[in-house]
């Protein structure tokens, strides 16, 4: 057996076995050299020929700094920065764009309702010809002139081509630029990136590139693309490929319509605006898009009708039940949608049935329709110079924008230029 170690027998034999346990000395051999003292973790300093680091600054400096208010292409839809506008194939994605693009070009209102400051707007037609460019303008434009500002191309580089260098060097010599329209993403992108990257990494990158111009420019950049067929509770959802491009970019527009119908809505979230759910509807003569107002109660209104127009044509008082059977609604929406009705005198309830009043809401007679607002080809007027003033002409069921009488506050004509006057 090996005989075991003898344990020390004083405290200074102690000190020396443990110093020659950590440090390697022992008694035949020489002192080690320490050397120079080793730098410590925080004395490490990058090599002179290191890219410049982070800019990092105090919260008390940052809430001192004063920013510029972010600038809008569209107020309310359209702000600085990215945005990507999504629908299904052939829902009138590339009509709202050229819309708002010819709207921005001119200087007028964007979607019939909204003004929008005058600027220069690239649009990227990735998927048309020019031909067919040449006819869509005929058709938004109605032989009003075509707008300086606007530039088209049906045609540019990819990512992975120098496409954000073209783009760099296009709002570089364009200061007034407002808006730049890319339909669609997938024209652009190019590859789906390096083959090291996973399928969200791909969309991250490629839509970051487009971010960053962007931001550098403080400009919006619309980028067009389409929806998943598969339907989601969450509209996010619905976004084609990965949450990679939806979390790169900065605001999410979502077009929905039902086939066969011509209003629709527009889903909006993002980091700038407020979520929120508009309707839409959509000119076919003009194809042209219009403002309503919030969804929901675009849709409140649109049952309410459709609630007074059953009872109309209804011989007898209708249960609740009844008429939700009637109109493919559910009995307790309609139930509750019944009692708002009665509380504002457009039914009467008596016994669980319900009927119209006698005099029923001048707004939903026989022969009228509630008030709407003005489509693109209502508010085109002559070219020739215009001065009016309308703040709000009255008809005879009140005010309603579609009367020709009145004066238009803040519109002169501008002759042939016309800025002032498209889609008034």
């Not at 320490?34 to 020929?49: K, L, R, T, V």
């Not at 060097?169 to 329209?181: C, D, K, Q, T």
Request: hydrophobic share 35%; proline share 9%; with cysteine.
């Amino acid at each position: 057996m090996t005989a075991m170690p003898k344990p020390p027998t004083n405290l200074d034999e102690l000190r020396h076995k443990l110093k020659a346990a950590t440090t390697g000395q022992h008694d035949h051999a020489p002192p080690l050299d320490d050397g120079p003292p080793m730098d410590g973790p925080f004395d490490d300093a990058p090599p002179s020929d290191a890219p410049p680091g982070p800019v990092i600054i105090t919260a008390a400096d940052l809430m001192r700094k004063e920013f510029p208010e972010p600038r809008w292409a569209v107020p309310g839809l359209f702000p600085e920065g990215m945005t990507l506008l999504v629908g299904s194939p052939k829902l009138g994605k590339s009509w709202l764009g050229l819309n708002v693009a010819v709207a921005i070009a001119l200087g007028g209102r964007a979607v019939g309702t909204i003004p929008v400051d005058q600027g220069d707007v690239l649009y990227l037609a990735l998927e048309d010809t020019e031909r067919r460019l040449q006819e869509r303008l005929e058709t938004v434009l109605r032989g009003h002139p075509a707008p300086e500002c606007l530039h088209i191309t049906t045609a540019w580089p990819t990512l992975d081509d120098g496409g954000m260098t073209h783009l760099r060097g296009w709002l570089a010599s364009h200061r007034n630029a407002r808006l730049v329209i890319i339909d669609t993403f997938a024209k652009i992108r190019g590859a789906s990136g390096a083959m090291n990257q996973n399928l969200y990494s791909g969309d991250y990158a490629a839509a970051g590139q487009i971010k960053r111009v962007a931001d550098d420019f403080g400009v919006a950049v619309v980028l067009v693309h389409h929806t998943r067929k598969a339907e989601a509770a969450d509209p996010l959802d619905m976004v084609s490929g990965t949450n990679g491009l939806a979390g790169a970019v900065d605001t999410i527009c979502v077009l929905k319509r039902e086939v066969g119908r011509h209003d629709a809505t527009l889903y909006l979230r993002g980091r700038d605006v407020p979520e929120a759910d508009h309707a839409l509807s959509f000119d076919a003569a003009t194809c042209s898009w219009t403002l309503l107002g919030d969804a929901a109660e675009y849709r409140t209104s649109e049952e309410r009708k459709a609630i007074i127009d059953l009872l109309r044509d209804a011989p007898d008082p209708m249960s609740p039940k009844a008429i939700a059977e009637a109109l493919g609604k559910k009995p307790n929406n309609t139930r509750y949608l019944l009692h708002r009705m009665v509380k504002a005198g457009e039914v009467v309830g008596i016994g669980g049935a319900y009927h119209l009043p006698p005099n029923p809401p001048n707004a939903y007679n026989a022969n009228n329709t509630p008030n709407t607002p003005n489509t693109q080809s209502e508010m085109l007027p002559s070219v020739s110079g215009v001065r009016g003033s309308v703040s709000g002409g009255e008809g005879e069921n009140g005010p309603n924008p579609r009367t020709k009488r009145g004066s238009v506050s803040g519109v002169s004509g501008k002759g042939e230029a016309g800025n002032d006057q498209f889609t008034r």
